[in-house]
């Protein structure tokens, strides 16, 4: 019985524990992101709000790249925090790991506040060296992609030597793989060039090949491991669903990238193949679902079957959000994707707010569940707690913030809907066509419900910070107690 | 799995290989595809301008043209068309001159973070109008309310003054902030914008020739 309360086995794994200070800025991060969608999104009702003091454009600057910084530190930090359990040793090199955290973050920090300080330059290519280089997603200033690049090629070859010396799982393999694509891709994304029209297509290199591509497998990944650690579900069942979610997510997302290429001055012919394979895009989608729902549930009549009561899974927020991890994706980058990617339809929706439902659906459900899921694990082996179960806390995280976020996107469906009708197709997409599209009932309706589904997300982060400050320490207690009790019985 | 290979379907390594041939052949495909699609989105020279060949991305030197946006019935959608010379703030531009106002322009729209706020071909924040064919607005044509409001008789000159000073000619509530955009970086910017609408994308943003027809007989959207 005492074996419960015994530390786990990697009690003393540095590679862990670099994983958790990686979770950490991850959780600040997307708090970050939160309040700049918050001013952005009163912005949209009340335009007087900060202006010419922290304009829309740089708080909704601010918003996406905290959010893109943060999900890569929640995925770097899942790589940490999986490695010494997936290759059976302790990462290669972990001194030099916790020196390229720190140097990242120091970067992020100066980054964020030349974003909120300096906002904007002169138009020289010093501006685009140390402010802001101007292009969504991608404003992270040159000096600072460049110290990106070495601290990922730190962190590769952390997992790259880890992975030669250990256990080569189907896993690690496919982590191997995936993310030297990843961090190659980021050097597309980092020069500067006059003529538009080349700029975005290597600009939707980085952003489509990350999140559609790349991004997904790492998710596959993510979901693989998980199952087994949470579900005890079989490697081998895992491992070769994950093979086939490769095969899929990469035959369809590689190509699929033609579905930006309709309209930024690039040849027809991308219509058809961005039609084609961006239509199959949402198939491992459903898979990932099926895939990650059945497998519970094989596990679970397995353990029925054995008399076994209660769940099998051994921590059930991370289950949660794993699961609304599996629908999410489908819901969000499948769904709310296919909605607009045939040429036909986007012609009239790129680049309306149906842009921006899907952005917020897709990142959500897509990834920052699976990477919450994520963090919930790294709580539990922290506490070193047998088995994790749900605080109200926790629910009420999972369900405000999915809640909120979902409420978000329909108004911005609707929104988008909106200016698809009258914008585009009615107006002809100028000038006076865009704000009298702005000003219609439907539109600024729409926007006054997406940020009050902003304040519900946003108070779902505050129940999921304070319960990711208190689960640990309250169920160590719990689980110590029992034992105790268990004890002094016999 | 077990070393009898009950079926093909149930064996890793077939998965593994196939997933890694997938992989492999798209991504051959998508570098083949993007060696032609560069090659057919390469800024065009001052020599294609005058020849008359249509490149999808034209040479700089495309701000001594007038530009025009129309249904092209092969095609089925509209295209900018390039028409006879036009000054720019005044005077012809060599090429010389031509591309290193267009490098401004760029390095300005980036550095203003423009994308923050406007779309580009359709890509950026949505708060703020689409730019892709913004120099082609009836909205700052002669006789539109841009060229009245700020004093000016040309499109370039109207959008010049309004970029370097938003705030003083509000268009709607939600206003453009002032971003310091000098006299030389808001023509930067100007020619920048004259640039992107001569670019072919494919019909995008469609429709943007029909107000145009409304505008110039006397319409306007207003109902």
Redesign the interface.
């Known amino acids: 019985m005492l074996t419960s309360i015994k530390k786990n086995s990697f009690e003393n794994s540095e590679s862990k524990k670099l994983a958790m200070m990686y979770f950490r800025v991850a959780i600040v991060l997307f708090g970050a992101q939160l309040l700049m969608g918050l001013i ?1 999104a009163i ?2 009702i009340f ?2 709000f900060l ?2 003091i922290f ?4 708080a ?2 601010v918003h996406i790249e905290a959010l893109v910084v943060w999900m890569l530190y929640a995925m770097i930090g899942s790589v940490y925090f999986l490695m010494p359990d997936e290759t059976g040793i302790e990462t290669v090199g972990i001194k030099i790991a916790k020196l390229a955290f720190w140097v990242l973050t120091a970067a992020v920090t100066i980054v964020v506040l030349v974003f909120i300080l300096v ?7 010093n ?2 060296w140390f ?6 997603y991608l ?1 992270a200033p040159r000096w600072a992609d460049i110290g990106i690049v070495v601290v990922i090629l730190i962190f590769y070859w952390n997992v790259f030597s880890t992975y030669s010396k250990g256990k080569k799982t ?1 896993i690690m ?1 496919v982590l191997v793989a995936d993310l030297m694509a990843l961090a190659g891709l980021y050097l597309a994304g980092m020069f ?10 290597w ?1 939707w290199w980085v952003i489509h090949l990350w999140v559609e591509a790349t991004w997904e497998v790492f998710v596959g990944a993510l979901a693989a491991y998980a199952l087994i650690r949470l579900i005890g579900a079989k490697r ?1 069942v895992v ?2 669903w994950l ?2 979610e ?2 899929m997510l ?2 369809s997302g ?2 699929g ?1 033609g579905h930006h ?11 058809e ?1 961005g039609a084609l394979f961006s239509a199959l895009e949402p198939v491992p989608l459903v898979a990932m679902f099926v895939h990650v729902l059945y497998d519970w549930g094989k596990e679970q009549g397995a353990a029925q079957a054995e008399g076994k009561e209660g769940s099998v899974a051994k921590n059930i927020p991370a289950m949660t959000w794993i699961v609304l991890n599996a629908f999410g994706n489908f819901l969000g980058a499948g769904i709310w994707g296919f909605f607009h990617t045939l040429p036909q339809v986007n ?2 929706t ?4 149906f ?2 439902a899907h952005g917020h659906l897709s990142f959500f459900g897509a990834y920052a569940t699976i990477l919450i899921g994520m963090m919930y694990i790294g709580l539990q082996y922290a506490y070193g707690i047998e088995r994790m179960t749900s605080t109200f806390r926790s629910k009420m995280a999972v369900f405000l913030i999915s809640f909120g976020v979902m409420g978000m996107t329909i108004a911005l469906t609707i929104a988008g809907y909106e200016q698809v009708l009258i914008e ?2 009615e ?10 599209a ?1 000003d219609m009932p439907w539109y600024v309706q729409a926007q006054i419900w997406r940020s009050i589904m902003g304040v519900v997300t946003f108070i779902g982060f505050v129940y999921l910070v304070w319960d990711m400050l208190t689960i640990g320490k309250e169920q160590y207690r719990e689980e110590a107690y029992i034992v105790e009790r268990a004890a002094t019985a016999v | ?1 077990s070393n009898k290979k009950a079926s093909v379907w ?1 064996s ?1 390594p077939f ?2 290989r ?2 890694a041939w ?2 492999g052949v ?2 051959v ?2 570098i083949w ?2 060696f ?3 090659s ?4 065009g020279t001052e020599s294609d301008l005058k020849n008359g060949i249509d490149k ?2 034209p040479a ?1 030197t495309v701000i001594n043209y007038k530009i025009g946006y129309a249904m092209d019935a092969k095609r089925g959608h509209e295209v900018p068309t390039i028409g006879e010379k036009q000054l720019f703030f005044g005077k012809e531009w060599n090429e010389e001159d031509a ?1 290193n106002l ?16 406007h ?12 730019l ?3 120099w082609l ?3 700052w044509k002669d006789g539109g309310p841009m060229q009245g409001m700020t004093g000016k008789n040309s499109v370039e000159e109207a959008i010049s003054e309004f970029l370097q000073h938003p ?1 003083q000619y509000p ?5 453009m ?6 006299k030389e ?1 808001s023509m ?1 910017l100007v020619a ?1 914008l004259k ?2 609408s001569s ?13 145009d027809e409304q505008f110039k007989r006397g319409g ?2 207003a109902h």
């Open positions: 952005a912005q949209f335009p007087g202006f010419e304009d829309f454009s740089v909704r600057m906002q904007i330059g002169p138009g020289t290519i501006s685009i402010i802001n280089e101007g292009r969504e404003e189907g393999t500067f060039t006059d003529n538009i029209s080349i700029d975005q297509y600009w081998e491992e070769m093979w086939i490769v095969l990469f035959g590689i190509l990238l290429y309709f309209w930024i001055g690039t040849p027809e012919y991308w219509w193949i012609i009239y790129h680049g309306t707010q842009t921006a585009r197709a107006l002809g997409a100028t000038w006076n066509a865009y704000f009298v702005q | 799995m149930t890793i998965w593994r196939s997933a997938v992989t798209a991504s495909l998508l595809l993007t032609d699609s560069i057919q989105i390469n800024m999808r991305v700089a591309k267009l490098h401004l322009g760029k390095l300005t729209s980036q550095s203003k973070n423009c994308m923050n706020c779309t580009l071909l359709g890509n950026g924040a949505y708060y703020a109008p689409d892709t064919k913004a607005d009836p909205a705030s268009t709607h509530a939600r206003m902030p002032d971003l310091k955009i000098t970086e930067g920048f640039h992107m670019i072919d994308t494919n019909g995008f943003p469609r429709n943007f020739s029909k107000t306007s959207n």
